[in-house]
C-alpha cells in the first residue's frame, strides 16, 4: 500500500475505536505444487488451490460482523521470486554445490549464502529474464483480493518471495510498483501499526541505503509512539523476531540472534523512549492527520506484539513485554495446522488473538468470547 492510498483508506477510518483487525499470511501462488514434487524451483506452474484457498479467506473476512478494520497480508504473496534475485542465486549454488532435494528446514529455494562474499556471483553472469509464472501469479492474486468487502481495507507486507531472499533496489521498486510502499504506517483508532520491510534485518547486502533509509524511519516512528502516549503500537512483518525463545538457535525460518535481540530490545524500549521526532514526511505524512488526543488516549505505549508469518506453522512467545505471534499460511502448511486466518480483538489493556481455520471461519466467524470482549467496548 503507498502513503497516498494508505491516506485515503484509514481517512475513513478518523474518529473510530478499533474493535478488530484480521491477519493472514503466505498466499504464497504456486508452492503448493512445488512442495508436493519437491522440485521448489520450477514447480509452481499451478495454483488451483491457493486461488480457492485465498478466496476462500476473502470470504470469510468479509462476512464478519462487525467488520474488521483491517485486514493484513503478512507477505510472500507470491511464489516466484523476483527473477533477478532468482538467477543470481541460481547462478551462486551452482558454483558451490549440487542440488539437494527441499527441506522444511531449508529456504524455499535455497540455503542462505555463507556471510563472506568470496564466492559472490557478479550480476554480469546471470540472465535477467523474468521468473517463469510471477506476472500471473499476482495478476491472479489481486483479481481475488479485488474481491474483498471495499469497506475493509487491504495492508500488504513484503516477504522473500515478494523481493527476494536478498533484495535489491530493483526487487524492492518492483514491489512498490506492484503492491506499494514496503514499508509504512498508520493509526487506526490511537493504535499505532508499522509495517516493515524484515527482508533488510536477513541480508540488505545489495541495497544497504535502502535498509538505512528504513531504520532511520523506524527510530522517528518509536519516538512518534512515545511522544503520542499511543494505546499500542503494532509490527507487521513476513520474518519472524524468533519462533518460540528469544534464545532459540538460528534458522531459515528466524532471524539471527544478534538481528532479533536487537529489534527486540528496540521495541521494548521504545515505552521508555521520548525524543525529539523531525519533520514528517512521506510514508509518515498519512499518520499525522489520525494522532490520538485527550487523555482518554493515553495508556501503554511501546510495541505491544509483532505479527509474522514465513513459518508455514504456528508459533510464537514472548521477550519481556512483547508478544510475538507467529501464523500459519492461508496457503501451503508445512506443519500439522489447517489453513487459516488469525482474528485480532484489541482493548484499552490488551490484544486477544485466535488463529481460525478458513472452514471454521466460514462457518460460525468469530467465537462467543471475542463478540464478547467487542460488545464491551
Known amino acids: 500500500m503507498s ?15 478499533l474493535d478488530a483487525f484480521s491477519s493472514g499470511a503466505d498466499p504464497q501462488f504456486g508452492l503448493m505444487k512445488a512442495w508436493s514434487t519437491g522440485d521448489c524451483d520450477s514447480g509452481g506452474d499451478e495454483w488451483k488451490q491457493e486461488i480457492r484457498l485465498t478466496e476462500q479467506a476473502v470470504q470469510a473476512i468479509s462476512k464478519l460482523s462487525p467488520k474488521p478494520k483491517f485486514f493484513v497480508l503478512c507477505g510472500d504473496l507470491v511464489h516466484a521470486m523476483p527473477a533477478l534475485i532468482q ?55 489481486q483479481r481475488v483480493l479485488r474481491t474483498v468487502d471495499p469497506e475493509i481495507p487491504l495492508v500488504l507486507v513484503s516477504g522473500n518471495h515478494d523481493v527476494g531472499n536478498v533484495p535489491t533496489p530493483e526487487t524492492i521498486a518492483e514491489f512498490q510498483r506492484t503492491w506499494g510502499d514496503d514499508y509504512f504506517s498508520f493509526w487506526v483508532g490511537g493504535v499505532l501499526f508499522l509495517v516493515l520491510n524484515s527482508q533488510f534485518f536477513y541480508d540488505a547486502s545489495m541495497c544497504p541505503t535502502l535498509k538505512q533509509a ?15 502516549k499511543c494505546q499500542h503500537a503494532i509490527v507487521f512483518q513476513h520474518i519472524p523476531l524468533f519462533l518460540q525463545s528469544i534464545d532459540e538457535d538460528d534458522n531459515y525460518f528466524n532471524l539471527t540472534k544478534l538481528v532479533r535481540k536487537e529489534m527486540a530490545d528496540k521495541f521494548s524500549r521504545a515505552e521508555r523512549s521520548i525524543g525529539s521526532v523531525g519533520k514528517i514526511s512521506g510514508s509518515d505524512a498519512v499518520t499525522a492527520p489520525w494522532q490520538p488526543e485527550g487523555p482518554a488516549w493515553f495508556g501503554s505505549t511501546g510495541i505491544k506484539a509483532v505479527f509474522s ?6 508459533a510464537g512467545g514472548t521477550y519481556q513485554d512483547l508478544d510475538m505471534v507467529v501464523s500459519s499460511a492461508i496457503g501451503c502448511q508445512l506443519g500439522r495446522d489447517t489453513h ?10 490488551r490484544l486477544v488473538h485466535r488463529y481460525y481455520s478458513l472452514d471454521e471461519l466460514s462457518e460460525k466467524g468469530m467465537e462467543d468470547d471475542l463478540m464478547d470482549l467487542l460488545k464491551e467496548k
Not at 109 to 129: I, L, M, T
Open 340 to 349: 487459516g486466518l488469525r482474528v485480532v480483538v484489541v482493548t484499552a489493556e
Open 309 to 314: 508469518g514465513h513459518y508455514h506453522r504456528n
Open 3 to 17: 502513503a497516498a492510498e494508505a491516506g485515503g483508506v484509514f481517512r475513513r477510518a478518523r474518529g473510530r475505536t
Open 87 to 141: 538467477n543470481i542465486l541460481n547462478a551462486y549454488m551452482e558454483k558451490q554445490q549440487p542440488r539437494e532435494p527441499c527441506d522444511e528446514n531449508w529456504d524455499l529455494f535455497f540455503r542462505r549464502p555463507p556471510q563472506g562474499r568470496e564466492n559472490a556471483v557478479k550480476v554480469s553472469e546471470v540472465d535477467g529474464s523474468w521468473t517463469p509464472w510471477r506476472k500471473e501469479q499476482t495478476e491472479d492474486l
Open 214 to 228: 528504513q531504520d532511520q524511519w523506524l527510530d522517528q516512528q518509536l519516538s512518534i509512539a512515545g511522544q503520542r
